[in-house]
């Protein structure tokens, strides 16, 4: 699954960095504390789930969007009620869902709180 999404942003001109584990990318966050990552996708990885790896994440970078990818089926009121409120793209999916994920991510970072849907 990893290898795919990589090959599919790629595809559309993102540049891409991978990590096999959740330990890996905590690692890369913590070496190169000015790496510009503008989205983190999260999948479910060995030895920690995606929740803490995101929880952990947000420790070090707080306003980096995070994009979830599971196999969790897409009406939110059939997944566990942690997932139902989070940017989240189910699997299998396609490039476009992916992209448009990660588009919606990005824009919501780019939204003043005064402006986000719901806020006034």
């Avoid at 599919?8 to 991978?18: A, K, N």
């Avoid at 929880?55 to 997932?83: D, F, N």
């Amino acid at each position: 699954m990893l290898s795919l999404a990589e090959l599919m942003l790629v595809c559309h001109g993102y540049t891409v960095l991978t990590a096999s584990s959740g330990q890996e990318v905590l690692h890369m966050l913590e070496l190169w504390p000015d790496l510009k990552i503008d989205v983190a996708i999260d999948v479910v990885m060995p030895m920690m789930d995606g929740f803490e790896l995101a929880e952990r994440m947000r420790k070090i970078r707080p306003r980096l969007p995070i994009v979830y990818m599971s196999a969790y089926p897409e009406k939110a009121e059939l997944r566990p009620e942690q997932t139902r409120n989070i940017p989240f793209v189910p699997k299998p999916f396609t490039s476009l869902a992916l992209l448009g994920k990660i588009r919606e991510a990005l824009e919501a970072l780019d939204t003043p709180l005064s402006q986000a849907p719901g806020q006034g």
